[in-house]
């Protein structure tokens, strides 16, 4: 069993910055890529970040230089640190995880999502 908890979301001011934490937990053998996707009312799910193992990083274009992905392999956590957060930002954003179980089970994985809220 493996679950990904969020946390960290919330309503901010235009301009403001929130951190999005993201916690993986259970029979885990290993971590391959993590990720942030969002979803706002009305439209698709999109990748807004993603982290390979060894911390490479890949954003969306629109989210590029205000936005950082990080992640700590010894606690199976990924963060996403987002600043001059504008009103198009607002969504439920949601963690992913390519997870390697003990019984060398294979799967992506994804959390239950977290509100943020930009507006003034």
């Known amino acids: 069993q493996v679950q990904l908890v969020e946390s960290g979301g919330g309503l901010v001011q235009p301009g403001g910055s929130l951190r999005l934490s993201c916690a993986a937990s259970g029979s885990i053998f290993s971590i391959n890529a993590m990720g942030w996707y969002r979803q706002a009312p009305g439209k698709q799910r999109e990748l807004v970040a993603g982290i390979t193992s060894d911390g490479s990083t890949d954003y969306l274009d629109s989210v590029k230089g205000r936005f950082t992905i990080s992640r700590d392999n010894a606690k199976n956590t990924v963060y996403l640190q987002m600043n001059s957060l504008k009103p198009e930002d607002t969504a439920v954003y949601y963690c992913?995880?390519?997870?390697?179980?003990?019984?060398?089970?294979?799967?992506?994985?994804w959390g239950q999502g977290t509100q943020v809220t930009v507006s003034s």
């Open positions: 992913s995880a390519e997870i390697r179980t003990w019984s060398q089970y294979e799967n992506d994985y």
